[in-house]
């Protein structure tokens, strides 16, 4: 059965990978997005792009029009921590904004199952363990306080209006599509594995470290890298999921990864020294995420097939070497 599925943000990162796995199964996709992050080139063939502001209701409005939905995807907003903590208004604004905007209109237009793109912020002072999804939600930022909001703000979407959800808790997407059709091309870089990676083909100086003295066993932050295509297709296994209830799912491979060990990592892979650089820590960075997601792999058959971390960095510097102006080139 063919079924029609919009997804926001659908050129971004996640996004562009996710609506890869959809058009694989069959699925009738159509993506909106202002592609002010995203690129045009990473809408696969097949897909229907749609360019536009969630901020615009008469274009959210006109993309949802058709009526038949299956479920919406929702990956479009302002994604940097650090920015956030410069910025708060303008993300609590606009992503908390978008995303009830989003959310409405998918209650008026009868849509029945919605995925967030949510996020590891809500755990901003988790402490050092695995987290699941008891965890206390306690952002150490207004990034993972705009996605708290919307998280409550489904909640009452489905007890009110019966719209199912799944919150998708990211701790940190990496890797590239193993096909090589698609890959991180963020302008600029923020994530930490592509930067190692540049810095390791010298298309930048060095490599920045923000922070040593972290309580973790080699002082810098300790992170839970989860392969891009294997979260599209945990994002998969949670819509079946909105067959029966609403559930929200941490999304990580159950093991930390430090910031050193990334870039010893890239060395191994690519087989070239990184340069470095000490930085003073960022401000809302937690020296520990690491997911525990028993849940989704119990409920759902999650099973992640990329999780060694040389897999996902060999993936990542594939897309990377072959693709040096990212999707311009």
């Not at 029609?4 to 694989?24: C, D, M, P, Y």
């Not at 909105?242 to 941490?250: D, E, F, G, K, M």
């Not at 191994?268 to 960075?285: F, S």
Request: net charge negative; with cysteine.
């Amino acid at each position: 059965m063919t079924r029609r599925i919009l997804v926001t943000g659908g050129a971004g990162f996640v996004g562009s990978h996710l609506v890869a796995a959809l058009l694989e199964r069959g699925d009738d996709v159509t993506v909106f997005d202002d592609l002010s992050t995203g690129h045009r080139a990473a809408v696969l063939p097949g897909a229907r792009l749609i360019v536009g502001d969630l901020a615009d209701a008469a274009a959210l409005d006109a993309a949802l029009a058709p009526g038949g939905w299956h479920a919406v995807f929702h990956f479009a907003a302002l994604s940097l921590v650090g920015d956030s903590m410069r910025q708060p208004m303008h993300y609590l604004r606009t992503n908390i904004g978008n995303g009830l905007a989003l959310i409405d209109a998918c209650v008026r237009h009868g849509v029945p199952r919605f995925v967030l793109s949510s996020t590891a912020a809500l755990f901003g002072s988790a402490g050092a363990g695995a987290i699941d999804e008891s965890a206390a939600i306690d952002p150490g930022s207004p990034y993972g306080e705009s996605k708290a909001a919307l998280e409550r703000a489904l909640l009452w979407a489905d007890r009110i209006h019966g719209l199912r959800s799944a919150a998708l808790r990211y701790f940190n997407a990496a890797g590239a599509d193993p096909a090589g059709r698609l890959g991180e091309d963020h302008r600029p870089e923020s994530h930490l594995v592509p930067l190692v990676i540049d810095a390791a083909l010298g298309r930048r100086a060095e490599m920045s470290i923000f922070g040593t003295d972290y309580p973790t066993p080699d002082g810098t932050c300790v992170r839970d890298y989860v392969h891009v295509t294997d979260l599209a297709q945990a994002h998969l296994c949670a819509l079946a999921q909105l067959n029966h209830s609403s559930v929200t799912y941490n999304l990580g491979n159950g093991a930390g990864t430090s910031v050193l060990e990334v870039i010893r990592a890239v060395e191994r892979v690519g087989g070239r020294k990184v340069p470095v650089a000490i930085a003073p820590r960022r401000p809302g960075d937690p020296a520990f995420l690491v997911a525990a997601s028993g849940r989704i792999r119990r409920e759902a058959g999650w099973n992640p097939e990329y999780g060694a971390i040389d897999a996902i960095v060999a993936s990542a510097w594939a897309w990377r070497e072959a693709h040096p102006l990212g999707y311009a080139g």
